[in-house]
């Protein structure tokens, strides 16, 4: 008898004492509350594997894995009142024997490890590179790689601990978010008119797309509360001849969405609103069709606001989430701010527009020609000046003319992605490289991303 079924037990002993002839020794003994666990191997990823749990009356299950003196314990998994729950089992090593103990825990009492099942991962599929790493790294957990055949996760040594192939690629957007879940669009036939969303597992759990609009492949925000933010395109066509231009342009804007988490639209702002056809520069403006703003930023700023960037405008831009009104403009020809202590004087072409502490923004200036820069800037709105804290220029100089991404992390250090030219740097607070990830070189990795558990994506990057 089970103390979470008074009502069954009290029900029980009045039946039996009305029987007056049922004994303790008559009874069938109580079914074992556990009821069988199998592994399931992850034919994408051979370094994971989920096992199924079968139990009644439990809380929740975990898994503990050891491989001789190596041990491993994943996450505990509720079961939510149901009386089956699918285990994780995540960063195992290549060609390597397990032992994996099903552990159940209830509230009140001491966990219970129940079982003992054999798995064995398997070896890595050749598209992935071999890489390795200098230097210390200041982060702990795992990067992110989003390389042009899919996506793979390293620790700080270079060991490879989780991944997920998109086969004939050129490029792929992967990110972290903060619902728990990946996201992950590129240029193959399946992902370049939406988003597929991910589990931790790799597998897919449903999708994402801007509302009556294409869908912009470089950055999506999925909040906590599963709200998604999406970049994408309008087509208006406009008469550009006083511009030097054609008359009949088609010129591409950015727009930005806000769906709630069943998918209805929330919040819409267009930049063909807030911004000029002369705040591109004239040479842009030519031809039948014209890439006004090509956004690729999308990220809140630290009181809640939205950071965009705008790489034909080479501009970042602040816009408040509420009203859509602009609160500043940065870089380019609208800029409100002056720029101090910056040898160049300007950013160009950026990717990886983010928030750096309160009134601070990063960058990687991709810039027109070389060297790209990962740039650090401090704003003051009172004198509208930027003041540049540090710049990190790589070493032997590296150029990408697109591609690339930053994230800011909370000591102060960052990570930035070098695009096509495949060098990814970490760099502290100062902007002086401590570590880096080798053997990419001329690889195209469109970004990268530090996420800190292999079981929660929402580490990647900060929310509202």
């Known amino acids: 008898m089970h103390p979470r079924f008074p009502a069954l037990i009290a029900s029980t002993a009045l039946l039996l004492t009305a029987g007056g002839c049922a004994s303790n020794d008559s009874q069938a003994p109580e079914p074992s509350p556990y009821h069988g666990a199998t592994v399931q191997p992850i034919p994408h990823n051979v370094l994971a594997a989920a096992v199924l749990v079968r139990a009644t009356g439990f809380d929740s299950s975990y898994v503990e894995y050891t491989a001789g003196a190596a041990t491993g314990r994943t996450p505990a998994v509720a079961f939510g009142g149901d009386t089956l729950v699918r285990v994780p089992v995540l960063g195992l090593g290549t060609v390597t024997s397990y032992t994996f103990r099903v552990g159940l825990t209830r509230a009140g009492s001491a966990d219970t490890l129940v079982d003992s099942l054999p798995f064995t991962s398997g070896s890595l599929p050749a598209w992935i590179p071999a890489v390795g790493t200098i230097g210390t790294s200041g982060e702990p957990g795992y990067l992110a790689l989003a390389l042009p055949d899919g996506v793979v996760m390293v620790d700080n040594a270079g060991t490879v601990v989780w991944y997920f192939q998109t086969p004939n690629s050129v490029l792929n957007s992967f990110q972290a978010q903060p619902a728990g879940v990946y996201t992950l669009s590129g240029n193959t036939a399946a992902f370049e008119t939406q988003f597929i969303v991910l589990n931790a597992l790799g597998e897919q759990t449903g999708t994402l797309a801007c509302?009556?609009?294409?869908?912009?492949?470089?950055?999506?925000?999925?909040?906590?509360?599963?709200?998604?933010?999406?970049?994408?395109?309008?087509?208006?066509?406009?008469?550009?001849?006083?511009?030097?231009?054609?008359?009949?342009?088609?010129?591409?804007?950015?727009?930005?969405?806000?769906?709630?988490?069943?998918?209805?639209?929330?919040?819409?702002?267009?930049?063909?609103?807030?911004?000029?056809?002369?705040?591109?520069?004239?040479?842009?403006?030519?031809?039948?069709?014209?890439?006004?703003?090509?956004?690729?930023?999308?990220?809140?700023?630290?009181?809640?606001?939205?950071?965009?960037?705008?790489?034909?405008?080479?501009?970042?831009?602040?816009?408040?989430?509420?009203?859509?009104?602009?609160?500043?403009?940065?870089?380019?020809?609208?800029?409100?701010?002056?720029?101090?202590?910056?040898?160049?004087?300007?950013?160009?072409?950026?990717?990886?527009?983010?928030?750096?502490?309160?009134?601070?923004?990063?960058?990687?200036?991709?810039?027109?020609?070389a060297p790209s820069r990962l740039v650090r800037y401090q704003l003051d709105t009172g004198t509208m000046t930027a003041t540049m804290q540090w710049q990190f220029i790589d070493d032997p100089v590296t150029w990408t003319s697109v591609g690339g991404s930053t994230q800011y992390h909370p000591d102060g250090h960052a990570t930035v992605s070098f695009g096509r030219a495949g060098r990814i740097i970490e760099v502290d607070a100062s902007g002086n490289p401590v570590w880096e990830v080798t053997g990419l070189d001329g690889v195209y990795v469109f970004r990268v991303q530090r996420l800190s558990s292999l079981y929660r994506a929402g580490q990647g990057e900060p929310s509202r």
């Open 211 to 369: 509302l009556g609009r294409p869908t912009r492949f470089h950055e999506v925000l999925v909040e906590a509360a599963g709200d998604a933010w999406l970049l994408c395109d309008e087509d208006r066509t406009m008469d550009l001849s006083g511009e030097g231009g054609d008359p009949a342009a088609v010129v591409t804007a950015t727009v930005v969405q806000h769906l709630s988490p069943a998918g209805t639209l929330l919040w819409e702002w267009n930049s063909f609103d807030h911004f000029a056809i002369t705040d591109l520069p004239a040479a842009d403006r030519g031809g039948a069709a014209v890439n006004f703003t090509h956004g690729n930023g999308l990220g809140f700023d630290t009181d809640g606001n939205l950071l965009l960037g705008f790489r034909s405008l080479s501009e970042m831009t602040k816009v408040n989430v509420t009203t859509g009104a602009v609160i500043w403009r940065f870089g380019g020809l609208a800029t409100g701010f002056t720029i101090l202590n910056d040898p160049k004087g300007v950013f160009e072409r950026q990717h990886g527009v983010r928030a750096a502490g309160a009134g601070r923004v990063q960058t990687l200036d991709n810039g027109l020609n």
